[in-house]
């Protein structure tokens, strides 16, 4: 199907799932996590209370409620038993406290409000001059009075109505001032969930406009989807030509190695290399996998480094997770660093 498509299903245990469908081609999954799920996912706000000081991590862990831990790395004059506001920032890895942080944000499909830190500002992907005029002047009149707060409209506000934008901004100034004005209980307390999949689906692929939506019972089904995801809880990601690469979690990193299949050309390596360059980022985004990148491509003559470089360069500036490359190892595999956004798609489909 072409266009772009956003769906919304339930799994047979009543969590829902979506997805963002380009072209037929699955392109982003969202999965709630299970409700007995040991860590919080990204976007939870609590009162938390400090633990102890991990001085060799140059951090604090903190008690979230429920037998939980983050792990908060501003630690100066915190003291055990202070309570503070936290949000978790990322996935735990088994076993380890969930990254928080102090810095909050509450965000929606338009907007991002910034406690503590005042001002407007807009979205650098809206380039019109005049449209930008526009929005900072709802800015303004949305966030009047707002003491201590500041406001980001994000690209999806471009072309809004004043209504819409004024009524989302108003929305979420006013869950910022009440979550911030909230002094806690004396144990560790949830304020704000993580947003669910549906929410997080409209919110973050709102940009740019989907051509269609399909938030019902079947719709997976009626977009063959769900033989999308079976393919993405797979090792196997394919390539044109008949190459292919694996991809493969480990406890230290994810591994991907790169194979050509039938292609005996004198190029194969380099097109097998570059077109998983170009696949990897949908390919890790689907699994929800993140971490340390670390990719074992086919051979190549190595003065196409360069051009690889420029592929990395390109490709990792569309993704929507925040990735960076890190350089080449003495053997020559490229390595990655790239957020823990999600909990791995296996562990939430097993």
């Known amino acids: 199907m072409k266009g772009r498509v956003i769906a919304v299903d339930r799994l047979p245990d009543g969590r829902e ?136 409209l994000r690209s999806a506000a471009e072309g809004r109505d004043e209504e819409t934008i004024l009524a989302d901004i108003s929305d979420m100034r006013k869950l910022a001032t009440e979550i911030m004005a909230d002094t806690g209980a004396d144990a560790p307390t949830l304020l704000l969930d993580a947003p669910g999949a549906a929410e997080l689906a409209w919110r973050d692929w709102a940009s740019p406009e989907p051509d269609e939506v399909r938030e019902r019972a079947g719709s997976f089904e009626e977009l063959s989807l769900w033989e999308a995801v079976e393919a993405a809880k797979g090792s196997v990601e394919k390539l044109s030509g008949g190459a292919w690469f694996s991809v493969e979690p480990t406890s230290a990193l994810v591994a991907i190695d790169v194979n050509t299949g039938g292609d005996t050309s004198l190029a194969a390596g380099l097109k097998a290399n570059i077109a998983t360059i170009r696949a990897l980022p949908r390919a890790l985004r689907v699994r929800g996998l993140g971490g340390q990148i670390t990719v074992d491509f086919a051979p190549y003559p190595k003065k196409e480094r360069k051009v690889l470089e420029q592929v990395i360069r390109s490709s990792l500036k569309g993704d929507s997770v925040e990735t960076s490359f890190a350089g080449w190892t003495p053997l020559g595999h490229a390595e990655f660093q790239r957020k823990r956004e999600r909990r791995p798609l296996r562990e939430l489909l097993p």
């Open 17 to 152: 799932i979506a997805a963002l469908q380009v072209d037929g081609v699955l392109e982003d999954l969202l999965v709630d996590a299970p409700a007995e799920a040991a860590s919080p996912q990204p976007g939870a706000t609590y009162h938390a209370i400090v633990d102890r000081p991990l001085k060799g991590m140059g951090g604090v862990t903190v008690q979230l409620g429920g037998g939980r831990r983050g792990f908060l790395r501003e630690h100066k004059g915190l003291a055990p038993g202070q309570k503070l506001l936290v949000q978790t920032t990322t996935n735990a890895e088994p076993g380890k406290a969930v990254p928080v942080t102090t810095r909050i944000l509450f965000k929606s499909r338009y907007t991002i409000v910034t406690p503590d830190r005042p001002g407007n500002n807009i979205s650098r992907q809206i380039k019109d001059e005049e449209e930008r005029a526009r929005l900072a002047d709802l800015c303004a009149e949305g966030m009047e009075g707002a003491s201590g707060l500041g406001l980001i």
